[in-house]
């Protein structure tokens, strides 16, 4: 009963460093999602894609960059981590075929950029 | 511009009180609404969902209610108890493309 899995928990980078957070579910979801979530923010989405091969953008794409080549994996990559990156990033699944069955997320990833 | 606000104001009541809690959203249309609970710590765990021809859906102590014509979704824990005590998530589908979009949040606590 894995459910979506995030690694690492805790990263910190120092400005300029690049990084790929991880995300893997095993659920046969089609859909995908990467959220941020600062204080008093709530949570914003950073790109998605609803089937292997395919990706978007969401409302904060900027300094992101995603790829889908396989079902499971969703990975997130940042080429060069600024301190504004600094958040908890949530990784999120879900069944594609009903557009209102509700997300799965992972416990998510605490990155500090200094 | 659109919007969803929850109150971002911490929200404190005793043990056995039904707890309130407000989602409003503007230049929506969606059709349905979610709510999540999220622990410290932990990711956003889902708890119901209502459509939009829906007005009102119950789950053991849980009701939500949505509003379309007033833009609100209200969610109610009656009987609450300290393992009650989280921050709570409304989330829509912004503009009819499937993906979920949150309010920031509000945060209950149930004292003993």
């Known amino acids: 009963n894995a459910g979506v899995t995030q690694t690492p928990k805790f990263q910190v980078l120092k400005t300029g460093q690049s990084m790929t957070l991880q995300c893997a579910q095993d659920m046969n979801h089609e859909y995908m999602s990467w959220y941020r979530q600062d204080p008093g923010m709530g949570l914003r989405l950073i790109h998605y894609s609803v089937g292997a091969g395919i990706t978007d953008q969401g409302e904060v794409p900027n300094g992101y960059n995603v790829s889908r080549s396989t079902t499971e994996d969703f990975p997130l990559r940042l080429l060069s981590a600024a301190p504004s990156q600094t958040s908890v990033y949530f990784c999120?699944?879900?069944?594609?075929?009903?557009?209102?069955?509700?997300?799965?997320f992972g416990n998510g990833t605490r990155l500090t950029v200094t | 511009s659109q919007k969803i606000e929850q109150n971002s104001e911490a929200l404190n009541i005793q043990e056995g009180k039904t707890a309130t809690l407000t989602c409003n959203y503007t230049?929506?249309?969606?059709?349905?609404l979610q709510w999540y609970r999220q622990d410290p710590g932990r990711g956003p765990v889902f708890l119901l969902l209502?459509?939009?021809?829906?007005k009102e859906k119950r789950k053991e102590r849980l009701k939500v209610t949505f509003d379309t014509t007033l833009k609100q979704s209200l969610f109610h824990i009656t009987a609450s108890q300290p393992a009650d005590s989280a921050t709570y998530l409304c989330?829509?589908?912004?503009?009819?493309?499937?993906?979920?979009?949150f309010g920031q949040g509000t945060t209950l606590q149930v004292k003993p």
């Open positions: 989330a829509l589908e912004g503009s009819n493309t499937g993906k979920l979009i």
């Open positions: 209502i459509r939009e021809n829906e």
């Open positions: 230049n929506y249309s969606p059709a349905y």
């Open positions: 999120a699944s879900r069944k594609r075929g009903d557009r209102d069955s509700p997300l799965h």
